[in-house]
């Protein structure tokens, strides 16, 4: 009786954590990108990714709990650290925080002419489940940190208006191409936008 053949490229790929030295999140993050856009939403999995990144399944879930998360982390622009960059933000505290917010929202998801944005928008606007997944990453490695910073009462609904104003100037630039906005350099949209930023944020 004939053995059963083991999958070739489950037989070559490595188990557990990539050599010293390799950057196994931004692989694993690059795998997802693709097959979430060869796949869609449904038909990628950890285990394909897994593949696609020549890593153990456990491994991605190690930096990523579900694939909701996977998806949403893929979403955010390459190179590109939610953690640090919230913690570049907030360490001025709340004083020009509005500022600092917008511009580091504009400089993230404009530098590479709003395209990682429409990608991340096309998503959003296609399945509640990848609206969610993104949304709720977003949230939870930004935006909730700077609620921690915000004095007085209900800083979630302050929060939720900052991210409002802050999606329709990305909306407006980026796939509306809305006039005279659309062409204003990131400083004058920031000195135009902040104020009221800050004022959701203080008041």
Do not use: C
Request: hydrophobic share 45%; aromatic share 6%.
């Amino acid at each position: 009786m004939s053995t059963p053949q083991a999958d070739p490229a489950e037989s070559v790929r490595p188990r557990g954590r990539r050599p010293g030295g390799s950057d196994t999140r931004g692989a694993i993050l690059s795998a997802a990108r693709h097959e979430f856009a060869e796949r869609g939403y449904d038909g990628a999995s950890i285990r394909s990714v897994a593949r696609r990144a020549e890593v153990d399944p456990a491994l991605v879930r190690h930096y990523f709990q579900d694939k909701a998360e996977l998806f949403a982390a893929g979403m955010i622009p390459v190179d590109v650290d939610p953690a640090e960059l919230v913690a570049a933000v907030v360490a001025g505290g709340v004083d020009g925080l509005g500022e600092r917010l917008l511009t580091t929202v504009l400089g993230v998801w404009e530098a590479d002419g709003g395209a990682a944005f429409r990608v991340a928008f096309a998503g959003l606007s296609s399945s509640e489940v990848q609206a969610e997944a993104l949304l709720g990453y977003v949230g939870r490695e930004v935006f909730a940190e700077v609620a921690t910073l915000l004095p007085g009462p209900d800083p979630a609904l302050r929060v939720s208006l900052v991210v409002s104003q802050v999606a329709g100037v990305l909306l407006a630039r980026n796939v509306m191409h809305l006039e005279p906005i659309a062409s204003l350099p990131v400083p004058r949209v920031v000195e135009l936008v902040a104020p009221t930023l800050q004022r959701y944020l203080t008041q």
